[in-house]
């Protein structure tokens, strides 16, 4: 997918912008507070469905109005696009494709793609595995739409679980739905597991080989994907069949722990619970990595996302690189300037001249919610002027 421009109204700071973008790197300057974040969470939240800071859409409506509108024009395929989402703060969001209303938002996953990569990234290396589990969950839902619902219904009943365990403890009788709620909880978890298995492993290889290049060969990075004892898959083979072995084995892995999570109130087995374990020279890196490991391991995963993404969707997705080249050394800018040559980034900075100007490139520079640009722009020639 090649983003050609977005518009935006109402969304965030902006009140009505225009930011047109070139096919390759788009540098993105500008002070603090101006709108360059919220112009990649508007990106992501076409292409992921979701905000990348997991804000609701009432936030994302600027203050004191009652919607906002975020249209990107753009083409995937050879075919031309427009992806449109309106948020309002009293009632449902509401998502075009190519003026076709859709029935449920996560059908407009895969008509744009988007990897991001910012410098809380840090925490898909340090954090907790309800991080490692989100990033795999987004770059999955742009892959299968029905990824994306499995995921929704299997929050939806886990939240309804948590709910019956919790007010079980008062009112006994409300136990009586458990096995049902355990029945779809295993029925779609084994449908997130396989597809995160499958997912993780071809992501690892990537990874590890990107990582090599980044560090100099010096280390070794794996990533294994850790879910409940009997539960284990490769992702490989009949999906559907795969997919029965892994919800019998969670199954009789929750009949093994009932007991257990209707004395505790919490829910004690089950996909919510699985990661990814990330070793560098077979070492933990969440416990054990330094600041420098940590960033180049981060670095390595999101860059081996995007070309596993690109490889799978037959397009690269659109990599957003909010405030993080600042932050890397001179030998790891220049090797992620290098890796995504052949895509479209947009990548920001604060000062105009921060990072060089991309050769058929675009720079765009926002300034209180308002973008221009300098650049060629996708089928046009070389130009400066206003975009809003
Ligand atoms: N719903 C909203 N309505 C109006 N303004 C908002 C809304 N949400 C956020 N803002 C404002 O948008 C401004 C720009 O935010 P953004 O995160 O895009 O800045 P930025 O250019 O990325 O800055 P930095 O360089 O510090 O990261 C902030 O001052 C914030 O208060
Ligand atoms: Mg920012």
Redesign the pocket.
């Known amino acids: 997918m090649i983003l050609e421009s977005i518009e935006l109204s109402n969304f965030?700071?902006y009140g009505a912008a225009r930011a047109e973008f070139s096919p390759g790197a788009n540098v993105i300057s500008?002070r603090?507070?101006?709108?360059?974040?919220?112009l990649l969470e508007a990106v992501c939240l076409l292409a992921r469905g979701r905000s990348h800071r997991g804000a609701r859409d009432r936030?994302?409506?600027?203050?004191g109005e009652d919607s906002a509108r975020v249209e990107a024009r753009g083409s995937a395929f050879g075919r031309e696009m427009v992806i449109e989402a309106r948020l309002r703060r009293a009632g449902r969001r509401e998502t075009r494709r190519n003026g076709v209303k859709l029935s449920r938002p996560g059908e407009l996953g895969g008509v744009i793609s988007a990897v991001m990569f910012e410098p809380e990234d840090l925490e898909l290396v340090r954090g907790g595995a309800a991080e490692r589990r989100a990033e795999l969950d987004a770059c999955i839902s742009q892959l299968r739409p029905g990824y994306a619902s499995a995921l929704a219904s299997f929050n939806r009943l886990y939240a309804g679980k948590l709910k019956i365990l919790r007010a079980g403890r008062e009112k006994p009788s409300l136990l009586g739905a458990l096995d049902d709620y355990n029945h779809g909880l295993c029925r779609y978890g084994a449908k997130l597991i396989f597809y995160r298995a499958s997912f993780v492993r071809k992501l690892a290889g990537r990874a590890a080989e990107v990582h090599r290049e980044c560090s100099g060969g010096e280390e070794t990075l794996e990533l294994i994907y850790r879910t409940e004892r009997g539960a284990e898959t490769d992702g490989r083979g009949s999906a559907p069949e795969e997919i029965r072995a892994v919800a019998a084995a969670l199954e009789a892995r929750q009949k093994e722990r009932r007991e257990h999570e209707i004395v505790s109130g919490t829910c004690l087995t089950g996909a919510q619970r699985d990661d990814v374990e990330i070793l560098i020279d077979k070492i933990p890196a969440r416990a054990f990595a330094s600041q420098g490991q940590a960033r180049t391991a981060a670095l390595a995963v999101k860059l081996a996302e995007r070309e596993l993404m690109a490889e799978e969707l037959g397009e690269a997705p659109v990599l957003l690189l909010d405030?993080v080249l600042s932050e890397l050394d001179e030998t790891r800018r220049e090797f992620v300037l290098r890796k995504i040559r052949g895509g479209q980034s947009l990548i920001?900075c604060?000062e105009p001249g921060e990072i060089p100007f991309p050769e058929g490139g675009g720079a765009l520079r926002?300034e209180n919610g308002a973008v221009t640009r300098r650049g060629p722009r996708i089928g046009g020639a070389r130009e400066a002027g206003e975009c809003t």
């Open positions: 965030r700071n500008g603090n507070a101006q709108g360059k974040t919220n936030d994302m409506i600027r203050f405030d920001t604060c926002v």
